[in-house]
């Protein structure tokens, strides 16, 4: 491994930008699922460690939603500490390999990097995966101090982000934590939803592993709300319940020929290719169908994943349709750019009003209207207005419908007397407190569809207030 | 890991029963429910309605007809074995009460799941007639099982050798005109027979309920692969089902969304066959 030179540490600190991430090249990268980013080396991590001027306000920390010690670690790594610097981030995530990935960091803890103000701001989130890869690779993840056992039962209900940072938080406090999981396998959003390319399955069960770990109980195939209910889990002696079942349920337009064959919810789309490893049929059993031609509707994160997995599933053309402009689009820019690199192309400015389907009730087509932009709505975005006369058809065989998920309703119709609001989120407060004592809520399921990080946020945010009510 | 207690070939390679040990799903489940399986690592997660459950020793039966790669890779599993996963119960339950006269109707694999419904009917005090189509003799499961849970029990055969010859709805018309009084019914089979008991009662209004197994990944309302269309609503069978208000199902459409990947199950058959086992499941029928 080629270390940099005292010479090339002291240009270092001086770059106005960040190390690039090697990344595989989109030719060769659009035919596979293994990882797009390859990870810094310890000579990238060494030279962007360097640009890290350690401030004393530490700004980065109040990006984070779970506080990870930034220039702490940072600080570790310039010192060739690297397994000490992922115990200093695991002093407060339990995910770092998981959030070094998936993080939008631009729009947390490198947006308030003192250096962002003069040039790019220091690669927090890639010194992170680094940290995490590296301890990983020895093989020998340590395990921080966990508080003596004091007997008492908690449940989480759901084993994704949100779930999994609140177990561990309590499994270190001392607590009996058990994790029940619906799907047979734990990781939720991780498992089912993040393709393989940009966060690798072995590195969602190694974080999990780690979770398991520090003492935390996971049983798959549990249902709750169907196989038992909330209540039953106190009746079992739980003193405490975590709820946090994510944002499940899939939206669909609305408009006509959605249930056609072909048109998929973003969500069937990346569970049969992500979670039952459809890209690899026929060696695993799950079927994954793909036309030539892909229509992608919507412009989030989850679009961007779908149609980079339209693309090495090996649809010929890959189309995301959008009714407002690239800048709306709720996708990180990274992920836009990612998708562009792989040739995905972007029907922007455009409203899909029908999809219209052959005899056998195959899709063919995708009809749109172009659109313009607005006035501002209630989110902020300008809105799109339909042109008049500009309706087009689209060539399609596929459709992917990726406008947003809901909360699944099963937990809250299943358990009385716990608040919901008026998209079916459970009603929480900023500690995760629900309408019920001993119940607390985090993540999508309160908020709506958001990031993984903010769920872990409140799900870090919740085992304190779970320790807080235990102990009263 | 949930272990096969029992293993039944109620009809050899085709349709196989397994008595597994899940407790959890055993103390929780009702009439009309379902559960999601999986054999083995690369397996998929398969729907199957409960044929029966046993809360004292904590077991659910399933029976299913063998149609693809999956199935008949399950068929090969044995007493003493193991699914990897098994979750339940899911969908809503049948909905019991004491309705009057109910006729159940159940054709060929789903037979199965019209077992326990059929005995919860009889239990809320309903007079239980039950007409049971297959095609032929040998492919007639679970006739001493229904006997049971029935008031009258009437067997019909496509081919004439057992029963009565004919199709079971020419049985439901003749209970029609020449008794009446027929307050439910419930049809669960293929989707073709469930559709021709709905013709029949929906002209004369008779209550029917269906229960639908359409293609799912799921199975928790999260994929929305099994949506169905009753009246002018989108439902997903997996959470709003599985029964519906027969008379609003839109078969058409189920029925071409069974097809959806009908493709890659002959691609799975042919690389199967080509690994040395032999098929004769009549791949391509109705799941039901």
């Known amino acids: 491994m080629r270390m940099p030179s005292a010479e090339e540490l002291k240009q270092a600190t001086k770059s106005t930008c960040k190390r690039p991430m090697p990344s595989q090249n989109p030719e060769e990268r659009v035919h596979h699922f293994t990882e797009v980013a390859l990870g810094y080396t310890e000579e990238d991590a060494l030279l962007e460690a360097a640009r890290c001027l350690g401030c004393k306000t530490e700004e980065c920390r109040q990006g984070c939603p779970v506080d990870i010690a930034i220039p702490d670690f940072i600080k570790k790594i310039k010192t060739g500490n690297y397994v000490g610097a992922a115990l200093k981030i695991k002093e407060t995530s339990s995910l770092p390999a998981i959030c070094g990935r998936v993080c939008p960091q631009e729009s947390q803890c490198e947006k308030y990097c003192v250096r962002g103000k003069k040039g790019e701001p220091v690669g927090i989130g890639r010194l992170e995966r680094f940290v995490a890869d590296y301890e990983r690779a020895q093989g020998t993840v340590k395990v921080p101090e966990i508080a003596p056992a004091n007997g008492i039962k908690v449940a989480i209900i759901g084993s994704g982000p949100a779930g999994l940072t609140c177990a561990g938080e309590l499994a270190k406090m001392g607590y009996s934590v058990t994790i029940f999981e619906a799907l047979h396998v734990a990781g939720g959003v991780l498992m089912y939803g993040i393709p393989e390319f940009r966060l690798p399955k072995d590195i969602v069960q190694a974080d999990i592993g780690y979770v398991r770990q520090l003492g935390v109980d996971i049983q798959t195939n549990v249902v709750i709300g169907r196989t038992m209910k909330v209540d039953e889990l106190m009746e079992q002696g739980y003193q405490a319940i975590f709820i946090g079942t994510g944002a499940g349920l899939p939206n669909f337009m609305g408009i006509p020929g959605e249930n056609l064959n072909g048109v998929y919810s973003a969500n069937e789309f990346l569970t049969r290719v992500n979670l039952m490893k459809g890209y690899r049929f026929p060696e695993y059993l799950t079927p994954i169908r793909i036309g030539k031609r892909v229509a992608i509707l919507g412009a989030g994160n989850v679009a961007m994943d779908s149609a980079r997995c339209a693309k090495r599933l090996g649809a010929e053309e890959v189309y995301i349709v959008y009714r407002r402009s690239e800048k709306e689009m709720p996708a990180r820019a990274e992920e836009v750019e990612h998708a562009h690199e792989e040739g995905i192309l972007f029907h922007l400015l455009t409203q899909p009003v029908e999809i219209k389907g052959d005899q056998e009730n195959w899709v063919k087509e995708l009809v749109c209207v172009k659109c313009e932009l607005g006035e501002p709505d209630a989110s902020g975005r300008r809105s799109p207005i339909n042109i008049a006369g500009s309706e087009y058809s689209l060539p399609v065989e596929t459709v992917v419908v990726a406008i947003g998920q809901s909360p699944n309703p099963l937990i809250q119709t299943t358990t009385q007397g716990l608040k919901t609001g008026r998209h079916g989120t459970i009603d929480a407060n900023s500690d995760g407190q629900t309408s019920r004592i001993g119940i607390f809520a985090g993540g999508d399921i309160v908020t709506g569809a958001a990031t993984v990080i903010l769920a872990m946020g409140a799900g870090r945010k919740a085992a304190a207030a779970m320790d807080k009510y235990l102990k009263s | ?288």
């Open chain 2, 1 to 288: 890991m949930y272990q096969i207690l029992k293993k039944q070939e109620l009809i050899p390679d085709l349709m196989i029963l397994f008595e597994v040990q899940a407790p959890l799903v055993a103390a929780s489940c009702q009439a009309g429910q379902f559960v999601m399986l999986r054999k083995d690592e690369i397996g998929e997660r398969i729907p199957l309605t409960i044929a029966d459950f046993d809360r004292g020793h904590g077991t659910i039966t399933v029976i299913f007809q063998v149609v693809g790669k999956s199935t008949q890779l399950m068929a090969k599993l044995n007493e003493g074995d193991y699914f990897l996963d098994f979750a339940g119960p899911l969908g809503q339950p049948s909905h019991i009460e004491k309705f009057g006269r109910v006729i159940m109707v159940g054709g060929g694999v789903g037979v199965a799941p019209i077992h326990p419904i059929a005995r919860e009917m009889k239990l809320a005090g309903n007079e239980v007639i039950s007409i049971l189509g297959a095609r032929s003799h040998d492919l007639l499961i679970l006739e001493n099982e229904m006997e049971k849970v029935s008031s009258e029990i009437i067997v019909t055969t496509d081919d004439g050798s057992y029963g009565r010859q004919g199709f079971v709805t020419e049985v439901l018309k003749e209970l029609m005109t020449e008794r009446g009084g027929i307050d439910l019914v419930v049809a669960i089979g293929p989707m073709v027979m469930m559709q021709a008991v709905c013709d029949v009662t929906k002209e004369v209004g008779i209550p029917t309920v269906v229960s639908l197994n359409p293609i799912m990944v799921d199975g928790t309302g999260m994929c929305g692969a099994c949506r169905v269309e009753v009246g002018t609503d989108t439902k997903f069978a997996c959470v709003d089902g599985p029964e519906f208000d027969g008379h609003k199902v839109n078969w058409t459409l189920a029925r071409q969304r069974a097809l959806m990947f009908t493709e890659e199950e002959k691609r799975a058959m042919f690389e199967h066959h080509n690994e040395g086992s032999g098929c004769r499941c009549g791949c391509h029928q109705q799941k039901n």
